[in-house]
């Protein structure tokens, strides 16, 4: 007689303990009023170029900060510092993605005071990050034009996980032969209905109109009345087919 | 490569029930959606190195494959995706971005020793 085997049953999500964390983060920043923006791409993207800017733009109309992960240097949290908000980075040795526990860890101590935005930039990486929520209520994948218009189908599982996505680098669009239209339908096809918004932090381009949908964010996280119809860059070429 | 610091909490998580219920652990049962973000090869090369000097050394990790599940917003009716790089359903081709299944990380069964 083959003996069946004996199976106890179990149900225990693997990252719970993250999951738990990140919620109990979020309602924090929910009581705080703080809106909260994360940022995930590849190395190389331009998420801090982004960052930079859009903290320049930010800052003086609303309180804003950033917490930056990367794995070894703190080159990105001096070139955010310029900006003159506080900016805090998170080193995370060997760690490829931030964790709740180490956005957790980053806030202890930190003496910001109280904060519209804060933004949190992931470690460059398409792959890791996707598993990890961080407490954020926004989380924008960025792509930029040197990498490719296949992305997205490369990493699906990270760009479906984001609510918005940045085209960076615009400037050099024609120059690398970039084709929109095939990156905006892979984006469409990976997560239906996402706004892509178009940018190249180095010229201010698209910056505006990204901005605006942010703020409009934020300004629904308050309660708000906002009217919704954002002119997004890119939603006319929505793959609707 | 986050498989690793998985494949621990799996280890870590099995070795505690398996404590408090004071049983032997032959294998670990897992259901891992296509959506985790996880990497099955690498979390079975990742299990065994995890498993290293605890008490689930020589155990097997059993992964079952959880595909995406969508509604359907217009058939109204949950469906499987075909592919992840088209969340669209693949009956009547709608677009969809509410997902039912495919991003289990979870534990469902300790196999126990006879």
Known sequence: ?241 | MHELSIAMSIVDMAQEEAERRNVQVDAVHLELGALSGVVKEALLFSYTVACDGTLLEGSRLVVKDIPIEVFCPSCKLPRTLVSMQWFHCPDCGAATSEILHGKELVITALELRQ
């Not at chain 1, 199976?7 to 990140?22: F, G, P």
């Not at chain 1, 955010?80 to 908000?85: E, F, N, P, W």
């Not at chain 1, 996707?130 to 960025?142: N, P, Q």
């Not at chain 1, 400037?171 to 990976?190: P, R, T």
């Open chain 1, 1 to 241: 007689m083959i003996n069946e085997p004996r199976l106890l049953e179990v149900r225990k999500n693997v990252l719970k303990q993250n999951d738990v964390l990140a919620r109990a983060l979020r309602g924090r920043f929910r009581t705080q009023g703080t809106f909260v923006v994360s940022l995930v791409s590849s190395p190389g993207a331009g998420k801090t170029a982004l960052l930079e800017r859009t903290l320049s733009q930010l800052h003086g109309q609303y309180r804003v900060a950033a917490l930056v992960g990367d794995l070894a240097t703190e080159n990105d949290a001096l070139r955010l510092a310029r900006s003159g908000v506080p900016v805090k980075q998170i080193t995370t040795g060997t760690v490829c993605h931030l964790e709740a526990a180490m956005v957790q860890r980053a806030l202890e101590g930190w003496n910001v005071g109280p904060l519209d935005l804060l933004f949190i930039e992931n470690v460059g990486n398409l792959v890791c990050p996707a598993s990890y929520d961080l407490g954020e209520d926004l989380r924008l994948v960025m792509l930029s034009v040197t990498e490719g218009e296949d992305k997205p189908l490369k990493y699906p599982t990270i760009f479906n996980s984001a609510d918005a996505a940045i085209i960076t680098k615009c400037d050099l669009a024609a120059a690398v032969e970039f084709e929109e239209e095939a990156a905006m339908a892979n984006i469409q096809a990976v997560r239906p209905g996402m706004p892509v918004f178009r940018v190249s932090a180095r010229t201010g381009d698209g910056m505006e109109i990204y901005l605006r949908f942010l703020t409009r964010k934020l300004l629904r996280e308050d309660g708000d009345a906002v009217n919704e119809d954002i002119p997004l860059a890119a939603i006319h070429l929505s793959a609707s087919k």
